[in-house]
């Protein structure tokens, strides 16, 4: 093996904005350096999300010299494929001799449409840290990258994503390849110096709507308690870290695995707060140790409730009922645990679900009216359960891959959505459920302004009516609100300004 040869490894930027007030540090990539960086190869990461990534994808081009292959991480949407196509074909025309590898979660799902673009020559199914190695020395020794499991190419398209690998398994990842302090955030709940994480893989439920399901087969790998913590440990001494989030699809499958973890970080005493998502079944599970988890440090939970009408939850095969969404709430509130619940509406071929998940929402926030909760539509992932279900009852299937890049999912998608329902849901979901229930930086602010607050009191009776009865018309109570707040909405609160502070310091762009 010649050492020390280059490898690129790019992520596309993702188009975040408004969704996501900020990016965090490309863990995938880092999850594939990390092998290649153990064998001695020359890894150069360009995270395109960064500012002065342009001129790292010219410095690149102009120097293509000793590059081995580039590889490429992408998603499907976001306009990271059409990113990702554009590099691509940039590489081969400064030397089309270099292999370019497409991997991330487009690659697990859509490879055969992937290799219609003509600059990528191999494409990654499932979890990358093992094919990756033995694509690289492939290519060194000259050899074929057919028949590598998981690895699709033209001669060879049939390939099935492999089975789940066992996380710990695999190297730490070299973090001195990146900037970390570049990628650290103010997060509201986790600190100032803030630094997003992963733990585990996959997930072991079978939600039909989510295409992790698919992507892991309902399998999930963790590192274990000991390895998660001592790595928190280490970031924490090495960066200064005041929080770390984890973006695990579902961190708490395994609840002796977080109690373990939690109780490392106490006994230890290391000073560091986290957050992370879960199911509410494993909320359930682990209700008796909420307050230990508060002590470790466990500062905000996401928590997909998904519906507040039973058939919802049952059709999408969520494995929870109505009431565990109100029994999670309440383990949340009593342990002052903040939360925010997820839900989704306008599933196809089932109705009737708005209203019972409106009444969900409202008693959620009558338990509490700190939660965050989001209400999304529908949006068909590519390679979950209900996709075949979706395009049954009129969903256009993306026809190229530029359409699947530009996909986006926040944007409805459904032909049967009732357009009337779409603003009824946006109008409560984006407003009036936060001005009837606001949260603590509202109420601080009425009690300094006593006029605003007798307007308050009347204009919420007016608010009560309207979502009693669903009328939204002639919003008036918006722009006394954006009057008296001088914000367009509740999200613009702490929360935002806060991580909007990053931006001001040029992080995010
Ligand atoms: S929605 Fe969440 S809990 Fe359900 S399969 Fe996907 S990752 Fe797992």
């Not at 292959?69 to 990271?80: A, D, K, P």
């Not at 009444?359 to 959620?364: D, G, T």
Request: proline share 6%; glycine share 8%; charged share 20%.
């Amino acid at each position: 093996m010649t050492k020390n040869s280059r490898i690129v490894l790019y992520q596309p930027k993702v188009d975040y904005w408004p969704y996501y007030p900020c990016y965090w540090a490309p863990l995938s990539l880092l999850s594939i350096a990390a092998p290649l960086v153990n064998k001695g190869y020359n890894v150069e990461i360009i995270d395109g999300n960064v500012n002065g990534s342009e001129s790292l994808i010219q410095d690149t081009l102009s120097d293509p010299e000793g590059i081995l292959f580039v590889g490429i991480s992408t998603m499907i949407g976001g306009n990271q494929i059409e990113r990702g196509i554009s590099f691509g074909r940039s590489i081969k025309e400064v030397n089309a001799s270099i292999p370019v590898i497409v991997g991330g979660p487009a690659g697990t799902i859509i490879p055969e449409r992937l290799l219609e673009c003509e600059a990528f020559d191999a494409i990654v199914r499932g979890q990358g840290e093992i094919p990756i190695s033995i694509i690289a020395d492939a290519i060194t020794t000259g050899k074929d990258l057919s028949g590598i499991p998981g690895v699709v190419t033209r001669q060879c398209k049939n390939v099935p994503i492999p089975l789940l690998v066992d996380k710990n398994t695999f190297p730490p990842y070299p973090w001195e390849i990146i900037d970390v302090p570049s990628y650290l955030r103010n997060d509201p709940y986790t600190g100032d110096r803030t630094l997003n994480h992963v733990s585990s893989q996959g997930c072991p439920y079978r939600c039909g709507y989510c295409s992790e399901a698919f992507t892991c087969q309902s399998k999930w790998s963790a590192y274990l308690a000991e390895r998660t913590f001592a790595e928190v440990a280490d970031l924490v001494e090495k960066y200064n870290l005041t929080g770390i989030k984890f973006y695990d699809s579902n961190f708490f499958a395994s609840t002796s695995r977080v109690k373990k973890f939690a109780m490392m970080i106490i006994e230890s005493g290391l000073h560091v707060k986290w957050s992370a998502s879960a199911h509410p079944k494993d909320i359930i599970r682990i209700a008796d140790d909420m307050s230990m988890l508060k002590k470790s440090g466990l500062s905000r939970l996401l928590i997909g409730a998904e519906s507040g009408y039973q058939p919802v939850l049952d059709y999408v095969e969520k494995g929870t009922t109505v009431e565990d969404n109100l029994t999670v709430a309440r383990i949340c509130a009593e342990n002052e645990i903040p939360a925010a619940f997820t839900f989704i509406v306008g599933f196809p071929g089932i109705e009737g679900d708005i209203n019972p998940t409106l009444k969900n929402v409202i008693e959620m926030k009558e338990i509490s009216p700190e939660f965050d909760v989001k209400i999304h539509f529908y949006y068909p992932f590519p390679g979950s359960k209900l996709f075949d279900r979706a395009v049954e009852h009129g969903y256009q299937e993306p026809k190229s891959l530029l359409e699947f890049s530009g996909n986006d999912y926040y944007l409805i998608q459904t032909p049967w959505l009732d357009r009337h329902l779409e603003e009824k849901v946006r109008s409560f979901g984006d407003f009036y459920c936060d001005f009837l229930y606001p949260p603590q930086w509202f109420t601080d602010l009425l009690s300094q302004k006593p006029l605003s607050a007798l307007s308050y009191k009347a204009l919420r009776q007016i608010a009560r009516l309207r979502v009693k009865f669903h009328y939204y018309h002639f919003p008036f109570e918006k722009g006394w609100f954006q009057y008296v707040t001088k914000h367009n909405s509740f999200e613009r609160g702490d929360y935002h300004e806060r991580y909007n502070d990053a931006d001001a310091k040029g992080v995010c762009n």
